[in-house]
């Protein structure tokens, strides 16, 4: 059975490409819910132009569809709450030299 836990750490693969950071570091992560098999992710971009957007969301998808115990994946993109540094998580911090 899938977990929230399991799910965190599968998203911790999805990188921002410019900022070299994941999208769990980066606080980009809103909410994740798990209900058997099915997972429902509503995230944000740390910009609303950011020009990696489907590179993004897109790899949000491919990292949770690609495992067996995921059959149905669910990506919403939001733009409020606006993200901002203070969501980064202390390994995002570190990484980007936020002290």
């Known amino acids: ?4 836990e399991t799910v965190m750490e599968l998203l911790k693969q999805v990188h921002d490409p410019e900022l070299g950071v994941n999208v769990v570091d980066l606080g980009l992560i809103y909410e994740l819910a798990v209900e058997g098999g099915r997972v429902r992710v509503r995230m944000t971009l740390t910009t609303p132009g950011c020009p ?48």
Request: hydrophobic share 40%; no cysteine; charged share 35%.
């Open 1 to 4: 059975m899938m977990d929230r």
């Open 52 to 99: 990696l957007h489907e590179a993004i969301v897109g790899g949000v998808r491919r990292v949770l569809e690609r495992h067996p115990g995921i059959e149905e994946v669910d990506v919403q993109v939001v733009w409020e709450p606006r993200w901002t540094p203070e969501r980064l998580t202390p390994a995002g911090r570190e990484r980007l030299g936020f002290f």
